[in-house]
Structures are given as structure tokens and as C-alpha cells.
């Protein structure tokens, strides 16, 4: 407890900046818009509860315990966004001690475990999974998987319930299934050693399988993409490694770390990035294999890393696998990995004669000493990169800088053309962030920096093209949620395609659902746009 006294006032001081942010970007469709969050009714309960329903539409995941959560911080916060980034500060808090006690359980010593703890505290990668509000489902998921490591060995019952609850949270979770199996293997001597874990991890197993159900129902209708320069196999096969040796590189340096990261493929064979990945990639594959042999708990932390960084691979494609908030979940992995190789290291020259004990603990100190030289940068680091969570134009800033051909860096030259009357620049640089990934027509259009050609032939021929391409990808997928629906209806009346408008209003309120007075409001308004243009329908 006092260590977790410590390390929250130590996080709310590094995060200050960041207390009063304003709610940013992911965090409108989980809170602000979100018509299954905005309380904690009976249908709202049950609606984001069925594993068929909705409400995992809405957010391109099935993560009940997460909007849930998120349904309460309505309830008790309202608009107010400190009570939500302080959520996010106690719970990382949480999540830096249940580390220590991880490592502690692991046999790493109190000296390094607690030096560990202050490297996940301090690390300037985390900052968007703590400053950002939504993000709860990201550090509230880590922490519900370390209570699940923790209990595994004495109350492996309360494990399962833990690891569910930690999988209803946040799909990366799952992370939590290997390296507990790694550590069981470790622990009982092999899968003869303890016949009850191995059962309970069984029944892991299979909570994992029914999961995965709507999980992958909803990823594939919201999240799956084609990436066409994947139907190049090596293509693709570069790009995971190359994406695998940025995390290292954050991980290790803080190097990398961006708001809203677009780094490029790794279409050429001479891409850094997947050169530079041959040797660690060979070196972690090869301390796994060790591990793994010589039953050592080092190995759940490797493939507690491995795993949280399989599903952001790219083995599925999806827009951006690139970002500080998914490190959250593959750092704990490769610290503990880390100090447990550190220490068999030193143990194997002590073993072999190569220094006196005494060198050798002096190393270890020289070692320590260096970690924390780099978390007091770190530390200086997230205090300023957290000044950037205090609104979305700063964010879109240092996403522009680190990543100049980007979409956020295209969205900011559209609106500085839009402000001087460029229109034809302003076009340009959208439809250039649109091939991003940018393609959400309502915030451009509500967007007051594009007022001064709004009314202009060629910005409107653009909303009707970017409208056209929401219709189309809406058609696709098949869509049938309130939300989704809205949002075509919300097209087409760009267009002034109004009995669309109109036709897919009326769809989305026979879905029923917790939109309808919205929708009955917005279902009018377009019937009143048609009677202006044409009076006799």
C-alpha cells in the first residue's frame, strides 16, 4: 500500500499536465456519443452484455467490462475529465505495483524488481495509454491479467475469473493464456507436475474460444482492412518484423514514441527496420527456446511479450498497428524478460568463475544504476509528452512532425490551405488523408477551419466523395447497427440524397436500440431538407 501511495502521487505529479485534457478522438465513441454508456440502465446493461447485440459494433470490440466501467465514470463524473484521468493514474499506479509483485514472485530481487516497477511507471510510451480517457480498457485489461498471474499458483479459481474479466476488458488480454502456461510448466516441473493447474488452464482455454466469437465478429466487421502491398507475402512478412523492432526500440529507448503513428511498410528488402530486426528477433526466439527447456519462469515474461504483440503484428491487417497505447501491454513482458536474463547471466559467470562475486555484484549495480538513469529521462519525457493530452491539435502536431506524410500531417496542411481560401491545396491534402485512414466525413465537415470553402464547387464535390466512400464501405460490411445506419443516413443527406437519407433513418430506428429519440429527431429534420428541395413529396 505504501508503495502504491508512492507511485500514484509520483504519476499524478508526472501527469499533471495531462489532468485537465479535454476528451480526445476515440474517447467521443466510447463516452461522449456512446448512447449504450451514457447510463447504466436495465437495457443499456444488457445491450452491451449480449455477446450478439450492438453495443461491440459500435466499438469495434466486445468489451463489456469496459463500457461498463465507462457507463459508471458517467454516472459518477459526468462531463468532468479529472475524475477520469485520475481513474487512469490509480489504476496504472495498480498496474506498477502488481508488476513488482510479479517480478518478486518470479525470483527477481526486491532491488530489481523495484527498479523494474519504475521503468513501467516512468515510461514515455505509456503516456497515451494513462492520458488518454477510453484507454481504461487498456491499463483496467493489464491489470486484471496481473491479478490473474498472481493468483494463479494458490487460487487458480480466482485466476480464471480474473483472466475473463481481463478478456471482457480488453481483447490483448489473451496475452495472459501462454505465459501462464509457461509459468505453470516452470513451477509444477512440467504438465505431469500439477494436474489442477493444467486443468484450470483448460478452462482458460475455453473461456479464451467463446470469446473470441463476437471478438472476431465484431474485428471483422469494424477493424479487419485489405492492405493491397500485403498480397506480397514478403511484403508482409517484412512489415510484422519491421512493426516488432519499433516496439523494441520504444521499449528499450523510449525512441519512437508519437501520437497517431503512420510509419511506412517495409516494401523494400532494404528497409532498417526489418534489417535491424534479424538479431534481436534471433536472439528473443533463441532465449525462449532456452527458457522453455530449462523450465525457467523467464519464459512467461518472453511470451507474455510475444503474445501481446501477436494480435498488433499485422498477421491481421488493420489501419495503424503502430502506437504508444499498445506497448502498455508488451512492456511488463520484455522488463521481466530482461532482469530474469540479467540475473541468469550473472549467475552463469559466477558459476563458470569469470569474476568474483564481488565484480558481479557490482555489475548488477552498474546495471541497475543505468535503468535508472534512463527512467529519470523517462520521467522527464512523459511529463512533457503528457502536456500534449490536453487537446487533439497538439496531438495532431507531433503526429505531423514525427510522421511529415502522414494523415494527421495532410489534415493539418488541408486546414491551413482551408483558412487562406485554397481550396484546390485543401482538397488535396484531404483526399491524401483519406488514403490514410481519415475517413471519419463527419469530423471534416463539422470542422469550423474548412468554413471559408465550405460553399466552394470543389470542396463540396470532395464531402459528397468522401460521404460516397462511407455509403459504400458501409454497404459492404452489411451494416445493421443504429450507429453504422446513422451514419449512412448522415451521408446520403450530404449528398442531398434524401429518401436514402430518409430509408436508412427508418432502418436504424426498426433496429431499436438506445438511439431512437436521436434518430427520430434527425429522421425529421430530413424529412423537412426533402419538402424544401421538393415541395410535392
Known amino acids: 500500500m505504501l508503495l502504491f501511495a508512492l507511485v500514484a502521487v509520483s504519476c499524478i505529479l508526472l501527469y499533471r499536465p495531462a489532468l485537465d485534457g479535454a476528451f480526445l478522438s476515440d474517447d467521443y465513441g466510447y ?14 446493461v444488457v445491450a452491451i452484455l449480449d455477446p450478439g447485440g450492438p453495443a461491440k459494433f459500435y466499438t469495434a470490440n466486445y468489451a463489456p467490462v469496459h463500457l461498463l466501467a465507462t457507463a459508471l465514470e458517467r454516472e459518477i463524473f459526468a462531463n468532468d475529465v479529472l475524475g477520469y484521468h485520475l481513474v487512469n493514474l490509480l489504476v496504472h499506479a495498480a498496474n506498477t505495483v502488481l508488476l513488482v509483485a510479479l517480478l518478486l514472485a518470479s525470483g527477481v530481487p526486491a532491488s530489481g524488481a523495484l527498479v523494474g516497477g519504475l521503468w513501467f511507471a516512468v515510461h514515455p510510451g505509456n503516456v497515451e495509454a494513462v492520458a488518454w480517457i477510453s484507454q481504461l480498457k487498456t491499463n483496467g485489461a493489464l491489470a486484471l491479467s496481473l491479478c490473474a498471474l498472481l493468483a494463479l499458483r494458490r487460487f487458480p479459481g480466482v485466476a480464471a475469473l480474473f483472466f475473463v474479466a481481463a478478456l471482457l476488458t480488453k481483447a490483448s488480454a489473451a496475452a495472459a493464456l501462454p505465459a501462464a502456461a509457461a509459468f505453470t510448466w516452470a513451477r509444477a516441473g512440467g504438465p505431469s507436475g500439477s494436474r489442477r493447474h493444467w486443468i484450470w488452464l483448460g478452462v482458460w482455454a475455453a ?8 471478438q472476431v465478429a465484431s474485428f471483422a466487421y469494424m477493424g479487419a482492412v485489405h492492405v493491397p502491398a500485403y498480397d506480397d507475402s514478403w511484403v508482409h512478412l517484412r512489415s510484422i518484423a519491421a512493426v516488432g523492432q519499433r516496439y523494441l526500440v520504444m521499449a528499450f529507448t523510449g525512441y519512437g514514441v508519437s501520437a497517431f503513428q503512420e510509419p511506412r511498410l517495409a516494401l523494400s528488402w532494404f528497409d532498417p527496420w526489418w534489417l535491424a530486426a534479424w538479431v534481436p528477433g534471433a536472439l528473443l526466439g533463441w532465449r525462449l527456446f532456452a527458457t522453455l527447456r530449462a523450465r525457467s519462469e523467464e519464459a512467461g515474461w518472453w511470451l507474455l511479450a510475444a503474445a501481446a504483440f501477436f494480435p498488433i503484428s499485422q498477421i491481421f491487417p488493420f489501419l495503424h498497428p503502430v502506437a504508444d497505447r499498445y506497448l502498455y501491454f508488451i512492456l511488463p513482458g520484455l522488463i521481466g524478460g530482461t532482469l530474469l ?9 559466477e558459476a563458470r568463475g569469470l569474476a568474483s562475486p564481488e565484480r558481479l555484484r557490482r555489475f548488477a549495480v552498474a546495471g541497475l544504476a543505468l535503468i535508472l538513469l534512463a527512467c529519470g529521462h523517462w520521467a522527464w519525457q512523459t511529463s512533457q509528452r503528457s502536456k500534449l493530452w490536453r487537446n487533439e491539435a497538439l496531438l495532431l502536431v507531433d503526429a505531423a512532425v514525427h510522421y511529415p506524410e502522414g494523415g494527421s500531417a495532410h489534415y493539418l496542411r488541408a486546414r491551413g490551405a482551408a483558412q487562406i481560401g485554397d481550396v484546390d491545396t485543401a482538397v488535396a491534402e484531404l483526399r491524401a488523408a483519406v488514403v490514410t485512414g481519415m475517413d471519419n466525413f463527419t469530423s471534416v465537415l463539422n470542422d469550423p477551419a474548412f468554413a471559408p470553402i465550405r460553399n466552394q464547387r470543389a470542396y463540396r464535390e470532395f464531402s459528397n466523395w468522401m460521404a460516397q466512400q462511407w455509403i459504400d464501405r458501409a454497404r459492404e460490411r452489411g451494416a445493421d447497427t443504429q450507429a453504422d445506419l446513422r451514419m449512412v443516413g448522415h451521408a446520403h443527406l450530404v449528398r442531398q440524397e434524401y429518401p436514402e437519407a430518409i430509408a436508412a433513418y427508418e432502418r436504424a430506428l426498426a433496429a431499436v436500440g438506445p438511439m431512437d429519440d436521436q434518430l427520430r429527431g434527425e429522421l425529421e429534420n430530413a424529412r423537412i431538407q426533402m419538402l424544401r428541395v421538393d415541395p410535392n413529396r
Open 31 to 44: 463516452i461522449v456519443t456512446n448512447s449504450f454508456t451514457s447510463d447504466l440502465s436495465r437495457e443499456n
Open 207 to 214: 473461456l479464451l474460444g467463446l470469446y473470441s466469437i463476437p
Open 341 to 349: 536474463a540479467a540475473l541468469d547471466l550473472l549467475k552463469w559467470a
